[in-house]
């Protein structure tokens, strides 16, 4: 009798011990289940490699480069080459249109985080990060056509030192070449400048001037535009300007991400999307 009631004693000991322990973490009702799987299915994943950011890209009107189709989307030559290197780069880019004085402004003050088509100055490296040269720059010779054979094998200098009146457009910068010519006084007057590049092809059609300097990829736009294919004709006389780089405000946008855009410069001139952008707008 004494040994059952030590062994009901032993048994009651027993469980109670079993009942004194941890109790386990009860189960979660299924729906919540669900949302923490869907949760954690979402989650971003970290991307150590690329900047996270988001820029936006200052532009004003310069067809075919940069302009407004009438959906109202921002199109172009360099929209897109740097909405392709952003991409390449892990960047979104939004564009901001304004006119350029003001658009320096504002990579001065960090309201715009990047222009395109940008010479690199001293004075503009105080307030802008560069990246590498990406663009080539440069004007060709576009006179009547049919007239070509009065220009062949002369340069520049010989063409305009005979009876030639040269149309340019105020504040371009043609290079060092068309530099000297214009400060030269024995070639002075033979440059007819002109507010705006349109106003060129209205003169050499009008025969009050006898050629014009013009960016290629502009003067194709614009001639096809215009439907002039049978009245002006390019010379091969190339002027080189300089080549072009993409402008960062140092206000805004952190060193890593230029050398993420120069990064995927490289990568889509390997891949051959550079080419074919350019080749885009060949006409």
């Known amino acids: 009798m004494m040994k059952i ?3 009901s004693l032993i048994s009651c000991f027993v469980f109670m011990l079993a009942s004194c322990s941890e109790s386990p973490e009860p189960k979660k009702p299924a729906a919540e289940q669900a949302v923490e799987k869907v949760a954690q299915q979402e989650a971003p994943k970290s991307q150590e490699n690329q900047p996270d ?6 532009w004003d009107p310069w067809e075919p480069y940069q302009y407004l189709t009438p959906d109202n989307e921002v199109k172009g030559l360099e929209i897109d080459l740097v909405s392709a290197m952003a991409k390449e780069a892990g960047c979104d880019l939004t ?11 504002g990579i001065r003050n960090g309201s715009i985080d990047v222009l395109g088509g940008a010479s690199k100055t001293e004075a503009r490296e105080k307030f802008a990060h560069f990246s590498e040269q990406y663009r080539h720059e440069s004007f060709v ?7 070509s054979d009065k220009f062949a094998g002369k340069s520049l200098k010989e063409i305009i030192a005979g009876e030639f009146r040269l149309g340019v457009t105020d504040d371009y910068i043609y290079g060092d070449e068309v530099s000297e010519l214009q400060d030269n006084p024995a070639y002075t007057k033979k440059f007819v400048s002109v507010p705006t590049t349109e ?27 215009k439907g002039l294919q049978d009245q002006i004709e390019a010379l091969p006389i190339s002027v080189h300007s300089g080549d072009v780089a993409l402008m960062f405000s140092k206000k805004s946008v952190d060193p890593e991400v230029v050398n993420a855009f120069n990064k995927a410069l490289v990568t889509l001139k390997e891949k051959g999307e550079y080419q074919k952008i350019l080749a885009k707008y060949s006409f």
């Open 199 to 225: 106003v060129n092809y209205y003169n050499l059609t009008q025969n009050q001037i006898d050629g014009f300097l013009e960016d290629p990829f502009v003067a194709a736009y614009t001639i096809k535009r």
């Open 53 to 58: 950011c988001q820029l936006n890209m200052g």
């Open 5 to 7: 009631r030590l062994l």
């Open 95 to 105: 564009f901001v249109q304004k006119s350029w004085m003001n658009l320096l402004n």
């Open 141 to 147: 010779l576009y006179i009547r056509k049919g007239e």
